[in-house]
């Protein structure tokens, strides 16, 4: 049977239906995956059991692999993995062995974000694969942020049209200060990027909100206050939306993001169950805005 792509009972999102993951993926394959993927947002794959190389190797069906978090940012400590995974390949997990954790982000929540939104080049799309998942707890959310966008009233998306953000990297998603990183005290001087917050896909040329995340951001060439006002009102423009769709992990669920065209969070879960997860990431390019063409 031909695989199929399905979309889910959410505003975004689709199942794909029938493909198993492990072998070649035909060029015809390819490109329909990938419009699938600029059309919808956000794939789901389920009952897939892939090796840390195949998964590697489908996610490059999407597009150039990027270095994970760790390496991007240099953390001085290491990354706490096990030096069996490759360094494609990112551990997401609460679990600890000897003490010590095996990947990153623990079972706290992680707050709406883009991944590396703080880098001059923010990923184009992520891949998690499920392999261990709590029995309540941890489900992954993401916001259409085009869909943010159009439903933005007249007078906040005037007030942002042109105008970028500068994004901190010195917080987590979750809250924590990273090692490498000062407390930041003035926003307006963090060591991030800046970047438009109205962005257009490269792809698709939809125009996006990109807010990145909201901790430590700054709308660049205003008063402090000024920003963090317009700011808290982009941010409740953003939560009230229904835009969302909100995965229930079971083991053996891939999905795939177009980290350019939607935010995700995740819920905290119990630490006494296991987690564990692996992640790819999609090679991205400098936002750019149709104001700047």
Not at 26 to 31: A, K, L, M, T, V
Not at 98 to 109: F, P
Not at 110 to 139: Q, R
Not at 185 to 200: A, C, F, M, N, Y
Request: proline letters at 6%.
């Amino acid at each position: 049977m031909p695989y199929q792509v399905s979309p889910l009972k959410a505003p975004i999102g689709a199942e794909v239906l029938n493909l198993k993951l492990q072998g070649e993926i035909g060029d015809e394959d390819r490109s329909t995956l990938r419009q699938a993927w600029f059309e919808h947002k956000v794939l789901l794959f389920r009952g897939q059991t892939l090796t840390f190389q195949q998964q590697i190797s489908f996610t490059q069906v999407f597009g150039e692999l990027e270095a994970p978090v760790m390496h991007l940012l240099k953390y001085s400590d290491g990354t706490g993995q096990k030096s069996s995974v490759p360094p494609e390949i990112t551990i997401v997990s609460n679990i600890k062995e000897n003490g010590k954790a095996i990947g990153q982000l623990g079972h706290g929540e992680a707050y709406w974000h883009s991944d590396s939104n703080f880098i001059e080049e923010p990923p184009a799309g992520a891949m998690l694969h499920g392999i261990e998942t709590p029995p309540k707890g941890g489900n992954t959310s993401f916001i259409d942020m085009v869909s943010v966008l159009e439903t933005l009233p007249p007078d906040l998306r005037a007030a942002i049209e042109g105008r970028y953000c500068k994004h901190d990297p010195s917080l987590s998603s979750t809250g924590q200060k990273r090692k490498d990183y000062d407390e930041v005290t003035d926003v307006s001087k963090s060591l991030g990027p800046e970047h438009p917050l109205i962005r257009t896909h490269p792809v698709t040329k939809q125009q996006i909100l990109f807010l990145g995340r909201r901790a430590n951001a700054y709308i660049v060439g205003l008063p402090i206050d000024e920003s963090e006002d317009l700011l808290d009102k982009l941010w409740a423009h953003t939560m009230a939306q229904n835009c969302v769709y909100e995965h229930v992990w079971q083991p053996g669920d891939i999905l795939l993001w177009d980290n350019r065209a939607v935010m995700h969070r995740r819920d905290s879960f119990d630490d006494s169950h296991r987690r564990l997860m692996h992640k790819t990431v999609l090679k991205g390019d400098k936002p750019f805005s149709a104001y700047d063409a």
